[in-house]
């Protein structure tokens, strides 16, 4: 029995291309937030970076800031978070702006996030420390 040398690269490369396929991702279902929620402050050095994430302080003259579904105040309040504590922040959008500032920085946790506006961020959450979402 002869086997030509393409079908044989084909046979011998044939479960490498299966290996390379990518798996689907699970999608996540909107999962319904309590409307008390406040997100838990991160106990870490602001200095510090965990993967592209970066750890930003909360101002601004209230004691709790919202945290909304999307970059912007039309978009609804899905937690809160404290002033003078530190969250993960993973990338920033463009939305409305707040006293003349227009990013919103995205939080992650759980699997969900949601946003909060670069105004209510130290400068560590800076447009190019984030990256665009």
Not at 61 to 68: H, I, L, M, Y
């Amino acid at each position: 029995m002869q086997i030509s040398l393409s079908t044989a690269t084909a046979l011998l490369l044939l479960p490498l291309g299966i290996l390379a396929s990518p798996a689907p991702v699970p999608v996540a279902e909107d999962v319904a937030v309590p409307d008390d929620l406040e997100l838990e402050a991160r106990d870490a050095n602001p200095g510090e970076l965990f993967k592209r994430n970066v750890l930003c302080k909360i101002t601004g003259s209230s004691a709790t800031v919202n945290c909304r579904s999307g970059p912007g105040t039309g978009y609804s309040v899905i937690a809160t978070v404290k002033k003078g504590s530190y969250y993960s922040f993973g990338c920033y959008k463009t939305g409305t702006c707040v006293s003349g500032n227009c990013t919103w920085d995205r939080i992650f946790w759980d699997g969900k996030s949601c946003y909060v506006s670069g105004y209510y961020t130290d400068s560590a959450c800076s447009a190019s420390a984030l990256g665009k979402c």
